[in-house]
């Protein structure tokens, strides 16, 4: 999915990996088997461990990497357990691998290097990080090789850090495709109470509602409702641990959020009064404001228009049209699809860049396609 022959170009002969030697990645999850596919298909030798032999046997099956062995020598470790437990196994691997580069992965950055800085540990080769990539299922049967392309990849350094240190975890945000940013643990842990945490609090609330909701009001949901409760599906377990290590944050975030939505439901209960109609817009306007200020694909602030193809539902039918596409030289930048329950058909959203909206559609359906709507 290239824009043009020179990126084709580059992505058929990409850079050399940063990285050297053995990975060790603690933690097979779906961070830590992510992480060891995408390293592994780059020709780095990933040595994995894990507290769960089963999780480890499934790992090593897929394709993440080997199993480590004691007699291993890594070039940096790789932390990916859940929040609870990542201070102890970052300890535990300092010691265990004296002068080897630490990083994590945890969702948060204050808690675990409190944790760490309470023991008295010499921090000096540890790095917090935290990679903005994740699906709302663990395992390392979630894993994907492509999470982290494109996606922030927090590097939490201080004045202590060497300059070595900073560059091998930053290499190994780069050989994953994403886009190392310089933070402080504080900032970092604020920033993501605003944009990820208090975000899956609003999806689960959301979609809570629908637990008693009538099957036929349900049946009639659209695209709306899924683009804003998909992450409800995320697993409790790791978002208890990562809501109470950043509470504070969270609850600045949800307090001006508890206010917003009590000034907005005021305004409906009385819908004609003077200003409740303003109120209203506002809301919404502010709404359109805040989005416009999320970053597009690949972290920069390129948008994308959308057309919507109706597929039928039988086998091939998604793949004729990937081709078709690339016949007619469209590059695709993201898809969505929708079944709605019962129909014959599904909604495939292609997002093109703007220029591509016209040929697309237009050849797409001299080939036979139908087009339900555009948004050019
Ligand atoms: N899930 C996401 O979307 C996401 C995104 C970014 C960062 N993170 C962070 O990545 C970390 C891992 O999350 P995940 O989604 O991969 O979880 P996961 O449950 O898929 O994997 C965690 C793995 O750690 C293993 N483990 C637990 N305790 C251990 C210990 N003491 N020693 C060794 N292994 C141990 C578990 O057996 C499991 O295989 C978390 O800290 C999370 O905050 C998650
Ligand atoms: O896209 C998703 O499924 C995610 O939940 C990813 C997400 C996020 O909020 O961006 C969730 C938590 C992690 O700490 C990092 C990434």
């Not at 004691?70 to 859940?82: G, K, W, Y």
């Not at 009385?270 to 303003?278: E, F, K, L, S």
């Not at 695709?332 to 329950?341: A, F, I, K, T, Y």
């Amino acid at each position: 999915m290239s824009d043009s022959t020179n990126s084709s170009a580059r992505a058929a002969a990409p850079l050399a990996p940063r990285v050297r030697g053995t990975v060790r990645i603690v933690g097979a999850g779906l961070l830590g088997s992510s992480i060891g596919h995408a390293l592994t298909a780059r020709g780095i030798d990933v040595a994995l461990d894990d507290a769960s032999p089963a999780q480890l046997r499934l790992a090593v099956d897929y394709g993440a990497g080997r199993m480590a062995q004691p007699d291993d020598a890594p070039s940096l470790i790789v932390v990916a357990v859940p929040p609870d437990v990542t201070a102890d196994v970052i300890a535990r691997e300092l010691s265990a691998h004296p002068g080897v580069v630490v990083t994590d992965v945890a969702s948060v950055k204050l808690q675990p290097l409190h944790e760490l800085r309470a023991r008295g540990i010499d921090l000096t080769h540890y790095i917090g990080s935290h990679p903005l990539a994740g699906r709302e299922r663990g395992g390392a049967i979630s894993a994907r090789a492509d999470l982290f392309i494109g996606r922030p990849w927090v590097v939490c350094r201080d004045g202590e850090t060497p300059a070595d240190d900073l560059a091998l975890v930053e290499g190994l945000a780069l050989d994953l495709g994403a886009v190392p940013l310089e933070m402080s643990p504080e900032e970092h842990d604020r920033s993501v109470a605003l944009v990820s945490h208090v975000p899956q609090l609003v999806a689960s609330l959301l979609a809570g509602r629908f637990v008693d909701a009538p099957d036929g009001a349900l049946g009639l949901a659209g695209q709306g409702v899924r683009d804003t409760t998909r992450i409800a599906a995320s697993a409790p377990e790791l978002w208890v641990q990562i809501l109470g290590a950043n509470a504070q944050p969270v609850v600045d975030v949800l307090d001006a959020l508890a206010a917003d939505l009590s000034a907005v439901a005021a305004a409906l209960r009385a819908p004609d009064a003077p200003g409740a109609r303003r109120a209203v817009a506002d809301t919404i306007r502010r709404g359109n404001d805040g989005v416009e200020r999320l970053p597009g694909k690949h972290g920069q602030n390129r948008r994308f228009d959308s057309f919507v193809v109706m597929i039928d539902d039988t086998p091939g039918q998604l793949g004729r049209l990937f081709g078709e596409l690339g016949d007619l030289g469209v590059n695709v930048e993201d898809l969505r699809l929708e079944h709605s329950p019962g129909a014959q058909f599904g909604l495939a959203e292609i997002s093109v860049v703007p220029d591509a909206v016209r040929p697309a559609t237009e050849g797409l359906t001299a080939r036979g396609w139908r087009i339900a709507s555009t948004n050019d």
